[in-house]
């Protein structure tokens, strides 16, 4: 007999995890813990590979970015992670799938389309957002070949904006790079405008598929930035947002 479907939910709003809780219910999903901290998650700590177990997590990658799913992976190795967000970005769905997510799910559909993509999910699928037709043809346009002989150093960047621009290579929203800068993110807009004119490139993407390339090299990096260090995502971050 198949296991049925086990599910946690990991938000910060209680009313709100009460009414998924409720929703999933009413479709045969067994809620089996609720959370607003990763580590009050034990039950999804005890899933093994033969268990068909999905945390949901709302409102954490909107603010923390793709290191948090990583964080999430490597802690419940076993779970599917379905991750809600509040609007669509590509950047960050992008980061979330290659660190380990199997959806991507805007909080803006109704229950239908929301239950359709959990069953998916458990089914071994990935997900993605319809939004994600929209932007097709900029990303056919960040993947087509660019025309710029710019290095590093000849572009004439700023320490600041190369900070910011490894916070573009990671896919993170100018929301966590405010966060995580401590500047406005009226700022980090006119720091990636300044970044894309400097670069020579039409988009944020572009602008970081440019910088991985051979013309970001580590010794140029060291230089502009002095080697710049930042502490490490911990959990207890969160209960600080």
């Avoid at 049925?4 to 998924?20: D, K």
């Avoid at 929703?23 to 005890?46: G, W």
């Avoid at 070949?145 to 910011?164: D, F, K, N, Y």
Wanted: a neutral charge.
């Amino acid at each position: 007999m198949k296991s049925p479907v086990t599910v946690a939910l990991l938000g910060r709003n209680p009313i709100t995890r009460e009414g998924m809780v409720r929703i999933l219910a009413e479709h045969d999903f067994k809620v089996v813990e609720t959370a607003d901290d990763p580590a009050q998650l034990e039950s999804s700590r005890q899933a093994t590979e033969s268990d068909t177990h999905l945390i949901l997590v709302e409102n954490f990658i909107d603010t923390h970015g793709a290191e948090f799913v990583e964080k999430l992976r490597r802690e419940f190795p076993a779970a599917k992670l379905v991750l809600l967000a509040d609007e669509f970005d590509f950047e960050t769905m992008a980061a979330s799938f290659r660190a380990g997510a199997q959806a991507y799910i805007v909080k803006n559909i109704s229950v239908e389309p929301l239950i359709a993509s959990l069953r998916l999910v458990a089914m071994g699928e990935k997900v993605m957002p319809s939004s994600l037709a929209e932007v097709l043809p900029d990303i056919a346009s960040a993947s087509a070949p660019m025309h710029t002989s710019q290095s590093i150093e000849g572009a004439g960047l700023s320490s600041r904006e190369v900070e910011i621009l490894q916070c573009l290579i990671a896919g993170q929203p100018n929301k966590v790079i405010s966060r995580q800068l401590s500047i406005s993110e009226a700022t980090v807009k006119v720091h990636v405008k300044a970044i894309l004119r400097k670069v020579g490139v039409q988009n944020r993407t572009q602008a970081a598929i440019w910088a991985v390339g051979e013309k970001w090299p580590d010794t140029a990096l060291r230089r502009i930035t002095g080697a710049i260090k930042r502490p490490p995502f911990k959990y207890g971050e969160v209960a600080a947002v």
